[in-house]
Nanobody, 133 residues
Framework: QAQLVESGGGSVQTGGSLRLACVASAYSYSRAYYMGWFRQASGHDRLEREGVAVIDTRPGRDITFYADSVKGRFTISLDDANKTIYLQMNDLKPGDTAMYFC????????????????????WGQGTQVTVSS
């Protein structure tokens, strides 16, 4: 069964840090090419979800993609043994406030579309991140 479960959201002040975790079912993990984090701000449609960070989960690869807005502040990582991806978020800003979703894609997306939410076909339920000024 395709399943992704997120945790680690919360409320922090500007400049604070949070680490999100996403545990994948064996079914999801074995079929994913990429997994990543996407966010949806309040009042925005799911089609407007922003790609934050994505990692290639295939064995032996070490490829990551980041949105320009989070480069240098966020880091995505993979624990292959536990089928878990993490998003370490540092120097958080109010503009980072959103529901964060873990997602996976079970086919290889075209180049330059790795951060496009509509390409992803496995989704978690989301975890809320709130950053106050």
């Amino acid at each position: 069964q395709a399943q992704l479960v997120e945790s680690g959201g919360g409320s922090v002040q500007t400049g604070g840090s949070l680490r999100l975790a996403c545990v994948a079912s064996a079914y999801s993990y074995s079929r994913a090419y990429y997994m990543g984090w996407f966010r949806q701000a309040s009042g925005h449609d799911r089609l407007e979800r922003e790609g934050v960070a994505v990692i290639d989960t295939r064995p032996g690869r070490d490829i990551t993609f980041y949105a320009d807005s989070v480069k240098g502040r966020f880091t995505i990582s993979l624990d292959d043994a536990n089928k878990t991806i993490y998003l370490q978020m540092n120097d958080l800003k109010p503009g980072d406030t959103a529901m964060y979703f873990c997602a996976g894609i079970t086919f290889l997306p075209p180049l330059s579309t790795e951060l496009m939410a509509r390409k992803y076909n496995i989704w978690g339920q989301g975890t809320q991140v709130t950053v106050s000024s």
